[in-house]
């Protein structure tokens, strides 16, 4: 009696996880109807972060843009021999993003857009595993005070904004680094006054 009780109560969890899990993640209609802003150049934007990280299957790079579509950070991970799963990946996520940049939890409306790219194998058509990294973007860019950008994937066919229908062949998962660079955002500027300030100044001068 105990040893069927104890079954039918890890069937019952293990059906609750497998639904939990199925959850964490977004259909393509989903996505398309969450008003995610669109790049004004995704091309460039793949090609500049094709060459700062060298992407090869299973890599994710994450970036976060200013409003000028400008690059404020960025930072790859390799993606773990696991079940896809939503929460894992905003995990992954957040702390890429809270090593990366301050989080802009204290502004009423988020200035900063997370966008993501990741590299691998197969087509460029919508599996669960991109619903899962769009929903694990989604709930990062929440949890750290930003807009969730542009979801990307990078094949041997090349690159495909989900959502969008934008692509194009080049670059793709088996293409060299384009001698092309993402722009970025221009440091912040020190603040004035005070010795700090002085001491700035003067390595400044020589």
């Known amino acids: 009696m105990t040893f069927g009780f104890a079954s039918s109560s890890?069937?019952?969890?293990s059906t609750s996880a497998s639904a939990a899990s199925a959850s964490r993640l977004l259909e393509p209609a989903e996505w398309a109807a969450a008003g995610i802003p669109l790049l004004r150049n995704p091309r460039e934007v793949v090609s500049g972060l094709h060459a700062r990280h060298r992407p090869r299957p299973s890599m994710a790079i994450v970036a976060v843009l200013d409003p000028e579509e400008r690059l404020c950070a960025s930072a790859s991970f390799i993606r773990r021999p696991a079940p896809a799963d939503g929460w894992m990946f905003r995990n992954a996520l957040l702390a890429?993003?809270?090593?990366?940049?301050?989080?802009?939890?204290?502004?009423?409306?988020?200035?900063?857009?997370?966008i993501l790219v990741y590299c691998r194998e197969g087509d460029a058509r919508w599996t669960e595993e991109d619903g899962a990294w769009m929903w694990g973007l989604r709930?990062?860019?929440?949890?750290?005070?930003?807009?969730?950008?542009?979801?990307?994937?990078?094949?041997h066919d090349g690159w495909h904004v989900l959502g969008e229908g934008r692509s194009g062949r080049h670059p793709n998962a088996d293409s060299a680094p384009e001698p092309f660079a993402l722009s970025e955002a221009p440091p912040l500027a020190p603040r004035t006054g005070g010795p700090v300030s002085e001491v700035?100044?003067?390595?400044a001068a020589r």
């Open 96 to 114: 890429q993003l809270r090593r990366i940049i301050p989080h802009d939890l204290r502004r009423r409306t988020p200035v900063r857009t997370a």
């Open 139 to 155: 709930d990062a860019c929440t949890l750290h005070g930003l807009r969730c950008g542009a979801y990307i994937t990078l094949t």
């Open 10 to 13: 890890a069937a019952s969890f």
């Open 200 to 203: 700035l100044r003067r390595a």
